[in-house]
């Protein structure tokens, strides 16, 4: 989607590497978050952030960390990778009071952890 | 746990027809709802979003808000083959920062 970007798109990696997804966006929103997706669990949120060096968890923040260094940029880590954190994981943002007008979504990029 | 419920589906609908799409929410507090359409293997899209009782319209879609009974719907009218997607129902958490959302419900529409 304009103005947000995520990368890499697709990714293969082995149990116990880590690995940082990256989200990008140029609209200078205060908010920004990671989801993931996953067939029978829809979206679920791992952390979001709600400006530089403020971020917080979500329900599935195990195994997971975070930081934003600059409005810009939000990674994801994956400190050490398992199975079960193969999926889809998503970038969101959202500008003005929070969620008062939604999220836009990133591409997403798809993780194969083996 | 906060959640937001929708039916998996599929839902199938004759073109031209009108589709229903329902949700419900479990918290209270919550005071603004999203419908996003997520076509295969891309990222969802916002459709609507509502925030008071009754109905809201734009163009095909209709949202619909009932906060005693803790709903929300969506309806998509005149439905074409192109409206063939899942649809995503959210509720915000009370703090203004975060979304819950629903798994989802998968419409077809067919010719």
């Known amino acids: 989607d304009a103005g947000i970007t995520q990368s890499p798109r697709h990714k293969v990696t082995e149990t116990g590497t880590p690995v940082t997804l990256r989200c990008h966006q140029t609209?200078?929103?205060?908010?920004m978050y990671w989801y993931r997706q996953d067939p029978g669990h829809g979206l679920r949120l791992i952390h979001y952030?709600?400006?530089?060096?403020?971020?917080d968890k979500g329900e599935v923040s195990d195994g997971y960390s975070v930081s934003r260094s600059k409005t810009e940029d939000f990674l994801l880590t994956l400190e050490s990778a398992t199975s079960s954190q193969t999926s889809v994981y998503f970038c969101?943002?959202?500008?003005?009071?929070?969620?008062?007008?939604?999220?836009?979504f990133g591409s997403g990029t798809r993780l194969t952890v083996v | 746990q906060k959640e937001v419920e929708q039916n998996s589906g599929p839902l199938s609908v004759p073109e031209g027809a009108i589709a229903s799409l329902n949700c419900t929410y479990s918290?209270?507090?919550?005071?603004?709802f999203f419908w996003y359409r997520q076509y295969s293997g891309k990222s969802p899209e916002l459709i609507m979003f509502?925030?008071?009782?009754g109905d809201k319209e734009d163009g095909r879609f209709t949202a619909q808000l009932n906060k005693a009974s803790q709903y929300v719907s969506l309806l998509i009218r005149d439905s074409q083959p192109s409206d063939s997607a899942t649809y995503l129902c959210?509720?915000?958490?009370?703090?203004?920062?975060?979304?819950?959302f629903g798994t989802g419900t998968r419409l077809q529409v067919t010719l």
């Open positions: 969101a943002i959202s500008g003005g009071q929070g969620v008062s007008y939604g999220y836009t």
């Open positions: 609209e200078n929103h205060r908010y």
């Open positions: 952030s709600y400006g530089v060096k403020d971020t």
């Open positions: 918290d209270r507090g919550s005071q603004s």
């Open positions: 509502i925030y008071s009782n």
């Open positions: 959210a509720g915000d958490t009370g703090t203004a920062s975060k979304l819950t």
